[in-house]
T-cell receptor
Framework: KQEVTQIPAALSVPEGENLVLNCSFT??????LQWFRQDPGKGLTSLLL?????REQTSGRLNASLDKSSGRSTLYIAASQPGDSATYLC??????????FGPGTRLSVLP | NAGVMQNPRHLVRRRGQEARLRCSPM?????VYWYRQLPEEGLKFMVY????????ESGMPKERFSAEFPKEGPSILRIQQVVRGDSAAYFC???????????FGSGTQLSVL
């Protein structure tokens, strides 16, 4: 059974810092992995999806990497802004099964 | 191109009543997923449907909960005889193909009094 954890649970940084969010999963035979952000009281917004054959994906200031063998993915946010404050979730998909979500990292970027 | 639409946004029910949550997937998407989120917790999978078929309902309680995705119209998550423990945010997601990128609705916040 796939289990997903995220470290840290919460993170507070000053504006402008680069930061890394971590996601770990127990079953490395994944099909793809997706990063989302969730604003309070809102739904989830997809940020990046990495296929199992890929090592990383980039979108603007965001870069997600995937290391299947070690069961890890990282989300790198460059030059953080207050608007980046949200909860970031990773979700792992093993083919034929459903996306399993981590508990999320709550990010606060202070102006 | 509208995204995933969920309604109502907020739903208040008294214990014992029925709750019906609706989800219209993105245009062209035939795969629908329902998730539940409790305060300060992650999303828990409930059920996965394709048009007219339930593919995986392993995350859905066996009693009082049911889901459908008819040929025409939105997907419906139905909770009968609601209890206080059913209070949560219920999210619907859709995808173009199985195991591909998920797009989420804004959720329905169910409150059981």
């Amino acid at each position: 059974k796939q289990e997903v954890t995220q470290i840290p649970a919460a993170l507070s940084v000053p504006e402008g810092e680069n930061l890394v969010l971590n996601c770990s999963f127990t079953d490395s035979a994944i099909y793809n992995l997706q990063w989302f952000r969730q604003d309070p009281g809102k739904g989830l917004t997809s940020l990046l999806l990495i296929q199992s054959s890929q090592r990383e994906q980039t979108s603007g200031r965001l870069n997600a990497s995937l290391d299947k063998s070690s069961g890890r993915s990282t989300l790198y946010i460059a030059a953080s802004q207050p608007g980046d404050s949200a909860t970031y979730l990773c979700a792992v998909n093993n083919y034929g099964q459903n996306f399993v979500f981590g508990p999320g990292t709550r990010l606060s970027v202070l102006p | 191109n509208a995204g995933v639409m969920q309604n109502p946004r907020h739903l208040v029910r008294r214990r014992g009543q029925e709750a019906r949550l609706r989800c219209s997937p993105m245009k062209g998407h035939s795969h629908v997923y329902w998730y539940r989120q409790l305060p300060e917790e992650g999303l828990k999978f409930m059920v996965y449907l394709q048009k007219e078929n339930i593919i995986d309902e392993s995350g859905m309680p066996k009693e009082r909960f049911s889901a459908e995705f008819p040929k025409e119209g939105p997907s419906i998550l139905r909770i009968q005889q609601v209890v206080r423990g059913d209070s949560a945010a219920y999210f619907c997601a859709s995808s173009l193909k199985e195991n591909e990128k998920l797009f989420f609705g804004s959720g329905t916040q169910l409150s059981v009094l």
